[in-house]
């Protein structure tokens, strides 16, 4: 008898790039519907976090379309007010987060991780792990799940799980003690397979063998810095900092998946047009996202869905 696949989908941060992998998923379907819930395991950061949550929950890749391009405007939104007070983002975020706050409520409402019918992983960063021992209180990665044992996440309201990984620093202000998990695994395949293979997960874990994983971009913008040498300080590299955190470090993951996996692993990531890079807030860039997401060759991508994905049973009451 053939070993039962065990299957996860991972989806990138990128801001309202994510609006591209949602168009790329929904292209998919348009041949394969309902692909993505046969995954197993769902994993997200930052944008990413929203949709995989959004998929969680029941809704489609078209309908988290319609989401970005609905409430987009309102969770970016800037005032010359705002700009004053924070003398631009000098002493402030960029954005407060009243607009992705009442978002996430009016999407999540009170759901909590332990209701979905699907495993998840969303990541976020955690500033002050508040840790009674002196000797490990430090800042720390934190992977919010729903997988029963003692380490689960699943009393966590969605909302606040999605709001943790969403605060990207200088875009919005902290959560809760949380930042943007996309300053620490922006890409969180390696994230989820690890997480597969926790010890503290209740229940048999899957065997390597099993697993095939599906990572989804928001589009890899050629960024670069030109010259050789750069003596620079804090001021001019406060920004490309930002940028290397959260795209520079998208390869490391994509590699070690690749190397354990093998052809049991696939990404979909577009390369972006070389030309002013869209930036994870340029809602009225949004428009330019579409004929980039209609531009790519799905065939490879299809061909492994239907090989190693696989057409096996999706989750119950799932259509």
Not at 211 to 217: A, E, R, T
């Amino acid at each position: 008898m053939a070993r039962r696949r065990y299957r996860i989908l991972s989806l990138d941060g990128g801001g309202v790039r994510g609006w591209l992998a949602a168009r790329l998923m929904d292209r998919l379907a348009e041949s394969r519907p309902g692909w993505w819930r046969r995954a197993d395991l769902i994993a997200g950061t930052s944008t990413g976090a929203l949709l995989g949550l959004g998929l969680a929950t029941g809704r489609t890749p078209r309908e988290l379309m319609a989401l970005y391009e609905r409430h987009a405007p309102d969770i970016f939104r800037d005032t010359w007010l705002d700009n004053l007070r924070d003398l631009g983002r000098t002493v402030g975020a960029q954005y407060d987060d009243r607009g992705l706050r009442r978002v996430l409520r009016d999407v999540f409402g009170d759901l909590r991780l332990r209701d979905l019918p699907v495993r998840v992983l969303i990541v976020a960063f955690d500033l002050d792990n508040e840790s009674p021992d002196p000797a490990r209180r430090s800042w720390a990665p934190k992977f919010f799940h729903n997988f029963p044992g003692p380490d689960s996440d699943g009393e966590r309201l969605i909302r606040d799980v999605a709001l943790y990984s969403s605060a990207a620093p200088t875009y919005f202000p902290s959560a809760d003690g949380y930042i943007d998990g996309g300053v620490i695994a922006n890409n969180p395949s390696m994230a989820a397979l690890a997480q597969t293979q926790d010890p503290r997960n209740e229940g048999p874990r899957p065997p390597m063998s099993s697993i095939v994983l599906f990572s989804i971009g928001t589009g890899h913008p050629l960024l670069r810095i030109e010259g050789g040498r750069h003596d620079w300080g804090l001021a001019q590299w406060s920004r490309p900092l930002l940028d290397i955190l959260m795209e520079g470090g998208m390869g490391v993951p994509d590699y070690q998946c690749r190397q354990l996996l093998g052809e049991r692993y696939h990404r979909l990531d577009p390369v972006l047009p070389d030309s002013a890079p869209i930036r994870m807030d340029d809602v009225h860039r949004m428009p330019e996202l579409a004929p980039i997401a209609d531009a790519v060759a799905l065939a490879p991508t299809l061909e492994w869905l239907d090989g190693t994905w696989g057409r096996g049973r999706q989750r119950r009451g799932s259509g």
